[in-house]
């Protein structure tokens, strides 16, 4: 199994992206208006016993608004370090700081799920997140993020802290 899982994530990343892209074109903005895809590099930290260590992660992740404050999210993560393959989907309120609209906070539920027994099990997680585009003027696909969770049936919290680069569509 451990062969393909390289191939798995490869078609979901691909089945995630083509999903965006389908609905979003549906919508009266088109594709650029509402959604957006970014690739990122994470440290990552679960709680349990049996999960794995601190973890460097490649990572995927889309949004759809459908408000300029309401989003549909989604993310996949790799891990480098630990091989497992991680996903979550979900919604986000997001607010952004009036005077630094490099800044935002969200909040939101997502439906965590991973390829290992030690991630389980899959579960509605509540999040919180923080974002910051620290060089707007340079570089404005670079984010700052970092995200926490916790699981509804387990009891178990993650978080995760990196960078992210935003592809414009």
């Known amino acids: 199994m451990k062969r393909y899982q390289h191939l798995v994530f490869a078609i979901l990343i691909l089945g995630t992206l083509l999903a965006l892209g389908v609905i979003s074109t549906c919508r009266a903005g088109g594709l650029a208006n509402t959604t957006s895809l970014a690739a990122g590099v994470n440290g990552v930290w679960f709680d349990g016993v049996d ?3 601190p973890n ?3 990572s995927a992740h889309g949004a759809m608004s459908l408000s300029p404050h309401l989003s549909l999210v989604g993310s ?3 891990g480098l370090t630990d091989t497992y393959l991680r996903s979550a989907v979900g919604f986000r309120v997001t607010v952004t700081d009036v005077d630094n609209q490099n800044f935002s906070a969200g909040i939101g539920i ?3 799920n991973g390829s290992v027994a030690s991630l389980k099990p899959s579960e509605w997680c509540p999040d919180v997140t923080v974002g910051l585009r620290p060089w707007p003027e340079k570089v404005p696909q670079v984010a700052l993020v970092a995200a926490g969770w916790y699981g509804l049936e387990s009891n178990r919290a993650g978080c995760s802290a990196g960078a992210r680069w935003r592809f414009d569509l």
Request: hydrophobic residues 40%; negative net charge; aromatic residues 16%.
């Open 76 to 78: 996949l993560g790799w």
């Open 110 to 112: 997502q439906y965590h």
């Open 56 to 58: 460097l992660e490649a």
């Open 51 to 53: 999960a794995p260590g």
